[in-house]
């Protein structure tokens, strides 16, 4: 059983516009949620993550917004740029324990 | 520091030959992981080290597969026999401390088993 889904698989985006990818998870024992970027031929790296005790988190152009009572989070990329273009991961862990959970993965693909 | 080190980035064998893959952890970080990325599975985890320990190799696939981690700034991940089906790009990434602290991840093998 998925711990984490995720969706869509993919999205196109126009540059200048809002990307969103959501996520839903079940365990509430999860405290921590990250977002990972991948580019092609590279490994994920973490871009931006979120602890229940806030409902959002915002870096730069990245938002995470966080519904407890749902499970649900999602990623927000304001302003989309073809640099964007990548596939993003969201996972959850519980803090006493190392394992992400991953999400299946959203492919973002921005035009200019 | 360099990152995460994995060595070879690309493998390609024959059915039912041995493969080995290597990664060489952050030093100073004491927790280890091997993922599995493909198309139809995403990204899996395969099994994680702390302090050099197994914690949870409840995602290796079956008994072909073993991984050791013989010290902090070594582990392997071995296919024996490798078959077709495990073809797909394997990390290893790396985390310091416990609980939920960022991985690091390599930059990957690309196995293909023909």
């Known amino acids: 059983q998925q711990q984490v889904k995720q969706s869509p698989q993919s999205l196109i985006v126009q540059k200048g516009g809002i990307s969103i990818i959501n996520c839903a998870y079940e365990?509430?024992?999860?405290?921590?949620f990250p977002w990972y970027q991948q580019f092609p031929g590279k490994g994920p790296a973490l871009l931006i993550a979120?602890?229940?005790?806030?409902s959002e988190k915002k870096e730069g152009r990245f938002t995470i917004s966080f519904n407890k009572s749902a499970k649900q989070f999602s990623l927000h990329i304001m302003d989309s740029q073809p640099g964007d273009s990548a596939t993003y991961f969201c996972a959850a862990s519980t803090y006493n324990f190392n394992k992400f959970y991953f999400g299946s993965g959203t492919k973002l693909n921005v035009k200019p | 520091d360099a990152g995460v080190i994995q060595s070879p980035r690309h493998e390609v064998t024959e059915m039912g030959q041995e493969v080995t893959l290597r990664c060489k952890p952050i030093?100073?970080?004491?927790?280890l992981f091997w993922y599995r990325q493909t198309m139809m599975r995403g990204l899996e985890l395969l099994i994680y080290?702390?302090?050099?320990?197994?914690?949870?190799d409840s995602g290796m696939p079956e008994d072909r597969f073993s991984a050791k981690m013989p010290n902090a700034s070594f582990s392997t991940l071995k296919i024996q026999p490798s078959e077709p089906r495990d073809s797909a790009v394997y990390f290893c990434?790396?985390?310091f401390g416990s609980g939920s602290d960022e991985q690091y991840f390599g930059p990957g093998t690309r196995l293909t088993v023909t």
């Open positions: 030093s100073g970080h004491n927790s």
């Open positions: 080290f702390n302090n050099n320990v197994p914690i949870d």
């Open positions: 979120i602890r229940p005790d806030v």
């Open positions: 990434a790396s985390s």
């Open positions: 365990n509430t024992a999860f405290d921590y």
